[in-house]
């Protein structure tokens, strides 16, 4: 283990409603001096949740919604904050069931994923979602959203269409396949 | 194609040397109306690059820094800002010699990957490099960065791994290796 850099000075330089940053005075172990920003967790920091949810051995959901962060419509798969007393295969069934209409009666969490580790603190745990049943329930959506259904065969596919691009989601569908494959559940 | 939200309104919320934050008030085509946040590319906006650098037809080069998001010395690409003037691909094979020590003869671009599309406009662009070479090129980090060989194989040992997470790098490996597997370079 590598000794991480003292920390000489933090102060939060900007604020707004949803995000927070941090600037660090930071000194390497080696003596030199740095001045490094970070994104820290918005709100009170109980994490968010992705989920892959299955609908049978190699069918996954995916949702279509508006993406302010690109400004266009993208598939993606369900995902949101953990509410206060929440853990984590309950908020990953309460997103389900508000994105994508459906309950997990097998839930799993498989890892944690950084966003971008060098700027941000933000991770999502990545909950792997299966036997699925029908139910919904009212989520803070503005509108409808779209539900698609799509094979894990076609993940290299997805990842270089149009109307899909989010790292962390083509990462927790791979890293499901693999392990998938490596239980002998999916044959590649 | 869904119809976008209209924009009724935009201003600038919160603002840092790294991060800007702009609040968007938007009426969605069923007249629901929502204020969003966002974060702006950084600096210039001339995008970003990470590179999957392999050294044989299953040897990926590692580099292991510290990350102050997630304060922890982490496993990710090589990876960078792309500067004004360079192209997707000459970006890529600076940050590599920059970062590992090595250049590339064979550069490919494979597709861009979005960080958090529903809040955050950064894209970076994934990057094949092969065929590689021993050289190393001054970059602004503050210490050496470690360099390590992994192997496509492992691809899930690694997402699991203590020292290692971000969704983007993981996403970008599993791409590579997909794709190599199409192409009948690799062989699972």
Same mark, same amino acid.
């Given at each position: 283990?590598?000794?991480?850099? !003292? $920390? @000489? #000075?933090? /102060?939060?330089?900007?604020?707004?409603?949803?995000?927070?940053?941090?600037?660090? *005075? %930071?000194?390497?172990?080696?003596?030199?001096?740095?001045?490094?920003?970070?994104?820290?967790?918005?709100?009170?920091?109980?994490?968010?949740?992705?989920?892959?949810?299955?609908?049978?051995?190699?069918?996954?959901?995916?949702?279509?919604?508006?993406?302010?962060?690109?400004?266009?419509?993208?598939?993606?798969?369900?995902?949101?904050?953990?509410?206060?007393?929440? !853990? $984590? @295969? #309950?908020? /990953?069934?309460?997103?389900?069931?508000?994105?994508?209409?459906?309950?997990?009666? *097998? %839930?799993?969490?498989?890892?944690?994923?950084?966003?971008?580790?060098?700027?941000?603190?933000?991770?999502?745990?990545?909950?792997?979602?299966?036997?699925?049943?029908?139910?919904?329930?009212?989520?803070?959506?503005?509108?409808?959203?779209?539900?698609?259904?799509?094979?894990?065969?076609?993940?290299?596919?997805?990842?270089?269409?149009?109307?899909?691009?989010?790292?962390?989601? @083509? #990462?927790?569908?791979?890293?499901?396949?693999?392990?998938?494959?490596?239980?002998?559940?999916? *044959?590649?």
């Amino acid at each position: 283990m590598r000794q991480k850099p !003292d $920390v @000489l #000075a933090r /102060a939060i330089v900007a604020k707004s409603r949803l995000f927070t940053v941090e600037e660090l *005075q %930071l000194r390497f172990s080696n003596g030199v001096e740095r001045t490094y920003e970070r994104l820290l967790n918005r709100g009170l920091g109980y994490g968010a949740v992705m989920v892959v949810a299955m609908e049978d051995a190699e069918t996954v959901l995916l949702i279509e919604e508006y993406c302010a962060g690109v400004d266009a419509y993208e598939l993606s798969l369900p995902k949101g904050l953990i509410e206060p007393g929440e !853990d $984590v @295969l #309950a908020a /990953a069934n309460r997103e389900l069931k508000e994105e994508a209409g459906f309950g997990a009666r *097998q %839930l799993e969490h498989l890892t944690g994923l950084s966003l971008s580790p060098g700027y941000m603190s933000q991770c999502i745990q990545v909950v792997l979602a299966r036997d699925l049943y029908a139910e919904r329930l009212p989520g803070d959506e503005p509108e409808t959203i779209r539900v698609e259904r799509f094979s894990l065969r076609d993940i290299s596919r997805l990842a270089l269409s149009e109307n899909f691009s989010e790292g962390r989601a @083509l #990462a927790a569908m791979y890293l499901v396949r693999d392990l998938l494959t490596q239980r002998g559940e999916y *044959q590649p």
